[in-house]
């Protein structure tokens, strides 16, 4: 245990004693990590920048909800859709249920749709919906057809009186109500409204994980199988294929992600693989007359490792460092991508590539000093 704690110094001591007699060789090492890493970063971090700017447009677009328009065949009969709580489990995703009854005119002459809600879903909309419980006109906060308050709507040129409120920008029922909408509660129905119109419905589903378009196809599926199962017919609005399409274009910026990696990893790689191969060269003399007093190869090929962790560790730590403090300067003014600030769970998955890679390239420089190591005492010391 002795002489296995000695020997170790004396390799922690000899690879000081080289970094110090040969400073050009630690130095090479850490400047080639230290800025092969930095580019990386930057442009794996602007493909990051990108892909959350588009995911975020895609969403506030409407791209993680689907709309279905279904009607059923059997006219006077409700149709059966599955609960809220039901969907949230199959999709983990908010949904609204709205029964269609007709239109309805203001009295600016604009034409707005009408619709109902089921009871299983009366908590959701209660926020939105008059205190009386009386008829609601939702309108977009950015699109108002009537000042918020009371106010006045006309079926069959009969009045009704409304409550006018405005919806919050963003809100899932943007979809349906981007025009304005009366929202009437089932038990207080008008009498001239036709109750056979419960069989036609508006389904908005929204997921809460946009990931990829599978969390669109998976909703669309599931509409479909609805429609079967209730024998109805209708349309269902989805960016589904045009996610699709990113997604294709994404898992090739994938491969271009991982071969840029592997391109720095083999630059750095070479080098690696070319110093520690040279300071082997050097010293193989003393490396194998330890060797002849019985000290394992495994530990000399260990010295070697740990060495170039150590370099390639610090390096990639200072360089993420660096990106991280300066990187207001290198998105705005060099990659000109605006404002936008990455935190380290943003980059996480590339600095777990960039690792992966560098750790890679630490353990095949050692092959040639593994080889040389390995070599029989007699043809070296001859």
């Known amino acids: 245990m002795i002489s296995l704690i000695l020997t170790i ?3 922690a001591k000899d690879t000081v004693h080289r970094w110090f007699t040969r400073v050009s060789s630690p ?40 709309v279905a328009a279904i009607s059923s065949q059997n006219q006077g009969k409700a149709m059966f859709v599955p609960s809220y709580e039901a969907i949230e489990k199959a999709l983990n995703a908010e949904s609204y249920l709205l029964h269609v009854y007709g239109a309805v005119s203001l009295p600016n002459g604009q034409t707005v749709q009408a619709y109902s809600y089921d009871f299983s879903r009366m908590r959701q909309m209660m926020p939105y919906l008059a205190p009386d419980g009386g008829p609601t006109l939702l309108q977009p906060e950015d699109h108002q057809l009537l000042p918020p308050g009371p106010g006045d709507v006309f079926y069959n040129k009969m009045r009704v009186p409304v409550m006018v409120r405005n919806l919050p920008v963003g809100h899932t029922l943007h979809r349906i109500v981007r025009s304005g909408a009366l929202i009437i509660n089932p038990d207080h129905l008008p009498p001239q409204m036709e109750p056979n119109r419960r069989s ?3 389904l908005i589903i929204r997921v809460r994980n946009l990931d990829s378009s599978e969390s669109i196809l998976k909703v669309e599926r599931y509409i479909e199988m609805l429609k ?3 024998k109805a017919f209708g349309s269902v609005i989805s ?9 294709d274009v994404l898992s090739k910026q ?10 720095i990893s083999a630059i750095v790689g070479i080098l690696l693989t070319a110093l520690a191969g040279m300071e082997y060269r050097q010293n193989e003399y003393i490396y194998t007359l330890m060797k002849s007093f019985g000290i394992h190869p495994l530990l000399l090929v260990g010295a070697f490792i740990v060495e170039n962790l150590l370099i390639v560790a610090a390096s990639f730590a200072a360089a993420i460092a660096t990106f991280m403090y300066f990187q207001d300067i290198i998105v705005t003014q060099i990659l000109k991508l605006g404002k936008y600030t990455l935190t380290i769970n943003d980059i996480l998955p590339e600095i777990y590539l960039i690792s992966y890679t560098l750790l890679g390239c630490v353990l095949v420089s050692c092959v040639p000093i593994f080889v040389a190591a390995n070599r029989e005492i007699g043809r070296v010391l001859k």
């Open 254 to 263: 994938t491969q271009c992600r991982v071969a840029f990696c592997l391109g």
């Open 228 to 230: 079967r199962y209730e």
């Open 239 to 247: 960016a589904g294929s045009i996610l699709s399409r990113m997604d």
């Open 27 to 66: 130095i090479a090492r850490v400047l080639v990590v230290y800025f092969l890493t930095l580019s990386a970063l930057a442009a794996l971090g602007s493909y990051v920048i990108t892909l959350n700017l588009v995911r975020h447009e895609l969403i506030s677009r409407g791209a993680d909800t689907v």
């Open 200 to 202: 036609l419905v508006s």
């Open 9 to 11: 110094l004396y390799l």
